[in-house]
């Protein structure tokens, strides 16, 4: 019988998820199991710029794993022959590589996309492809999966109450007192089975005004890019369509990351296991020391621009 009356639940916003018809689960690594379960793969080549999440589910199922550089535009440098059942890992960066995703997928060749960075891209037709929207929402977890077998073992279905102080504690006291909190509960996702997405986290999934997200996230980046683009030392393009989850700078002067995080511009290093992966002279290398992923995100507009862009332009 359906409980009706009694005390309140949380007040969401009725609304539609954006990715309504893929497979729920509690994370993206898990997405990631889920495709290896299926166990089409004996070996998938993996991007050394990721993260090293990623190799959870290779250590969990004992599958083969090996690395792949990447080019100056984030492009796969695919110098090695691939059998017919081994797979490529490709991450789609920043949300921005939607244009290569749609190349490789063109190609005769078995594709895992990593769209993480990419939320707001649609899967491609037949190609298996996992999302993490913690990456670019407040939520404690979550994944979604696109795949075209299903998994027939049964699964449990996640509870993520008790991941949630670091998104409240942000509310009530600011970043610095929940960022513990954070770590913490970033670090409870680790070596979790593979479990349905929790209720919480797919009813926050339904309240979210993606529509509005989308564009602010692409005015904010435009912003950062017309003002940054002549100091930035890669080249990016924010295709038309593409929503971004951050502006990757970089930059090669030392210090500019720890100056930023000074003036309280918190910014991340994706990601520092590649400093023990890779030589200090590789391309990847020198991305985890250099690339700085500004934040265009919802929770801002131009005042916050302004104040990133003057602050790079200050810095010497
Ligand atoms: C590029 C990339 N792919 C996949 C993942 C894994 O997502 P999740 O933490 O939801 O398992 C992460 C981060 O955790 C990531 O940065």
Same mark, same amino acid.
């Given at each position: 019988m359906k409980p009706t009356g009694g005390y309140f639940e949380l007040e969401t916003s009725p609304g539609k998820e954006y990715h309504p018809n893929l497979i729920r689960l509690n994370t993206g690594r898990n997405c990631l199991e889920y495709i290896l379960r299926i166990?089409?793969?004996s070996k998938v080549y993996i991007p050394?710029?990721?993260?090293?999440? &990623?190799l959870e589910p290779f250590k969990k199922l004992d599958i083969n794993y090996s690395f792949y550089h990447i080019d100056q535009q984030f492009?796969? &440098? &695919?110098d090695f022959e691939m059998h017919k059942d081994e797979a490529l890992l490709y991450t789609n960066y920043f949300g921005l590589k939607g244009q290569t995703v749609e190349r490789l997928a063109g190609k005769n060749l078995n594709l895992i996309i990593d769209n993480a960075q990419a939320f707001f891209d649609r899967p491609l037709k037949g190609i298996d492809t996992f999302y993490s929207p913690r990456k670019f929402f407040g939520l404690p977890d979550g994944g979604y999966l696109a795949t075209t077998i299903e998994l027939k073992d049964k699964l449990e279905t996640d509870r993520s109450v008790d991941r949630f102080s670091h998104l409240l504690k942000r509310i009530e006291f600011g970043p610095e007192e929940g960022y513990q909190d954070f770590l913490d509960n970033d670090s409870s996702l680790i070596d979790q089975p593979i479990k349905r997405m929790s209720a919480l986290t797919n009813k926050l999934l339904s309240s979210i005004d993606y529509k509005t997200i989308a564009a602010k996230r692409r005015k904010n980046f435009e912003l950062l890019h017309s003002q940054l683009m002549k100091h930035n030392e890669i080249d990016i393009n924010l295709h038309p369509g593409a929503v971004p989850m951050v502006y990757p700078f970089y930059s090669s002067k030392p210090g500019l990351r720890e100056y930023l995080i000074q003036n309280k511009i918190y910014v991340a290093t994706y990601w520092s296991n590649i400093l023990d992966w890779t030589k200090r002279e590789q391309w990847e290398n020198k991305l985890a020391q250099n690339l700085i992923p500004l934040p265009i995100d919802q929770r801002y507009g131009n005042p916050d621009m302004f104040k990133i862009i003057e602050l790079i332009e200050r810095f010497d």
């Open positions: 166990g089409k793969y050394y710029y990721t993260c090293d999440v &990623i492009e796969p &440098i &695919i």
